[in-house]
């Protein structure tokens, strides 16, 4: 099949997927039309998965509903159904069938879980002779009510369900009874632990969670205790993260159910009802009992082998959403916050080392096992950190962990970066004045940093107040003494004096970056540049090329780090970049702007631009030999000019 053909088949496939996506994302929003074709036939089979025994708490009553496939207790017979194909399902219940005068119920149901079911639902709706009975008219009192509240159900004949997704790992926590005293009982020894135990044969050990409890002093609502629940499941709604829970050592009903709720956006608190009712708890702050977790690894690992010296510090890993990571001689201590949950933690230590390759035990974020990962790193340069990471294992093994099939063998790849957090700045590989001109997503911009100047500009071409310009540049310079920062001016006066000289020479420029580290990989030269006043990121990679004796091309990165993809004329999002930058030089006479270029294939080597300068006043009355005879010697000179 030909490149053409294949082309057009997948946009007839993408085509067909957008569409039935559509439609899918339509029928969830409505709910199906009226089951029966007329309104006085039965015929409702209710969802497997809703029939069964479900227990509930209503009206500080325990309740015991049955559900089969055409009734339910206390409701009648089903008349009909509809469902909107996301979990929810609409049913019409008749008290007596036969007889429409009798009570119509409404009865909304939302799938959970397996274990669990949310009811809401209208009292008896009797319709006068004559009044079609629809879904409208029979729903409309349920639906006009908005302080009706859920009714969360939980099935008598459980099945426990994998903990992981309600919650996973190991926490010391505080917690606060709210409806009985305002005071916090917080003792070191408290622990939820919630962990997998893998390769297990019996299932029901990844089923189920422990809280530890202690007493508290002064307060005589504490007790020593130790719970195990059983999962029956998780559900979203919104950013609340809901999941209930049943007491294993509890026989009584109402004290058996429980529910949990913790928030996406910061899921280190927890709140927990003291009835079987989700309605209870409708935020973490308001909840009858709220905990605060920390995450704690009870697991010790002594370190086998050192990190390199030069590791040492704190640094920024950038293919981790710019992680804070702190090394020192045998741990790496890594601390990332995602978009989803407050911030997560990983430490690895050293076990053992050979060549490039270190095996390091990683401590997971939620505390329950030791993993082993090999990294492979590149001998540190300037403030940059190169690095790539294994395959996870869970056995200590250096042959199998640090193999070199273990790490990701696709047909293009590039080392990981880390940047140094308070770098100190190197020799920038590109220097010189250089007149440029850019394309992309986002352009350099002329900025006023520091406001406008108090008092106008001297007149220079004869006319008053401020100074003209007889030609605007956009300028990128590396003109400093030791060539180690890059400014750039979008809008620069490029006019000169009647001696040549510059007459901007008052202006601020609108960009300052200073270059971090720079190197060579996969036929590419990139460069970090550190920028303190981007409100972005404040580190930004750069890939740069010489594409004549005095021409550069030069493509600066959306973040930190440099797509695969991105290359010297990459301009938008599409590979990773925000502008393309065409750099031609465009020195003056009195610049004093020499050009240098390194393409960073030893990056290891300190190029520095090094000035000595000499200073002759401290030396003493006994060393004034030598300036006295530089001074016969330069006399003698100019005399034998003049002859």
Known sequence: ??????????????????????????????????????????????????????????????????????????RGVCKSWRTNY???????????????????????????????????????????????????????????????QLVTMFSESYTPINCRSSIEGVFQFTYQYRFVSTGICTVPEQRIHSCQNIGSQFLISNQKFNVTYKKCDGME????????????????????????????????????????????????????????????????EQAPIRMQLTPVRQVTVEPGCLLPENFTGAWVNTANIDADVVINSTHIVETWHPDVGRWRKAIYICKEQRDSRYIMARLTVDGCQVDYQCFDFVPRHHNIIRFRKGTVFAKNDFHTVCSWVQFPNDEAWKYDVMIKKDPVPVRCPVAGAFEFKQEGDMLFKTRVIKGITKNPRHDVWGRTGQFSCRKNISRMAVCD???????????????????????????????????????????KSYLITYDQLDAFTKYRCWVYQRSDLNKMLMSMSVGPFCDLAQDVDSKDWQQGAVVSLKLDENEREFDRCPMYFNDGEDPWTVEENFIKVFDFNNLNSGNCLLPKFVIFISLLLVGQQII
């Open 1 to 74: 099949m030909s490149p053409q053909c294949k082309l057009f088949v997948s946009f007839i496939l993408l085509c067909l997927f957008i569409s039935t996506h559509s439609q899918d994302e339509e029928s969830y929003r409505r709910y199906s039309p009226w089951s029966t074709s007329s309104k006085e036939e039965f015929n409702c089979t209710i969802w497997r998965p809703l029939q069964g025994e479900w227990y509930s708490r209503e009206a500080n009553e325990d309740r015991v509903t049955n559900i089969d496939a055409s009734s339910m207790t206390g």
């Open 221 to 284: 609502w504490t007790k020593d205790a130790v719970v195990e629940y059983s999962c029956l499941g998780d559900w979203f709604v919104g950013k609340n993260h809901f999941f209930a829970v049943a007491n294993t050592k509890e026989s009584r009903k109402d004290e058996k159910f429980r529910c949990f709720l913790k928030n996406r956006d910061d899921d280190y608190f927890l709140g927990q009802s003291i009835t079987p009712e989700c309605n209870q708890i409708k935020t973490v």
């Open 481 to 523: 003494t030791d060539q180690k920062e890059i400014t750039i001016d979008e809008t620069y006066c490029w006019s000169v004096d009647q001696l040549g000289r510059p007459i901007d020479i008052y202006s601020d420029v609108d960009y300052r970056m200073q270059c971090v580290g720079y190197w060579k990989e996969n036929l």
């Open 86 to 148: 996301g979990g929810e399902y609409q049913f019409i219940f008749i008290e007596r069938p036969g007889d429409e005068e009798s009570c119509h119920y409404c009865v909304n149901l939302f799938v959970r879980t397996v274990n669990i079911i949310e009811k809401k639902e209208s009292g008896c709706v009797q319709l006068p002779k004559g009044t079609e009975r629809t879904f409208d008219n029979i729903c409309r009192e349920m639906d006009n009510r908005g302080t009706q």
